[in-house]
């Protein structure tokens, strides 16, 4: 059999591609279970640049969840130039869809020993102000940015995750949770206004 021959990439590109293979392992195993010689098999590269590039697994772990953080900021596409319950249903559903690919590396955040990390507590807390700095753009047409409108979307991302974890866990259908936080969040809107 043919040695496999490998591509060179730029370091970025080779980066990307480490992050998304295991990107797709931490969606489906519990982030423990999941090693760096798993990370570079996926990826098709030795598992000396795994280390390279992340250190070893905790690194490609921090590099999943930043990545998995800037998707859920960035996939709310839908602003005031779409109706607000078009929207609202858009939004809420892109970042379920996004949690729904992430299913373990969310879990892993929102309960297990991850959720204490200082470096991954940053990241998380990163992401919540991104997401508030999203809506109160996404939204701008119904709501002003006060320190009371920006409490009311911290108040509101605390919530969305206790429902989504509902649902991740089994508790509650997908369709109730969406319907959720979308009512609550047009609530929320209208209240801000």
Known sequence: MPATVQRRLSPEAR???????????FAHRPCGTVTTADVAEAAGVARSLVHHYFDGIRGVFLAVVADGAAALATVRTAGSETPLDERLAHNIAAALDV???????????????QAHDPEIRSIADFAMERSV???LEANSDVISDTPATRLALRCFHGFSREATLAWVTGRATRDEVEALLVDSLRDLLARCS
């Open 15 to 25: 980066r990307r591609q480490i992050v998304d293979a295991a990107r797709e392992l």
């Open 99 to 113: 949690v729904a690919a992430n299913r373990e590396t969310w879990l892993a955040i929102a309960l297990g020993t």
């Open 133 to 135: 700095e999203r809506a």
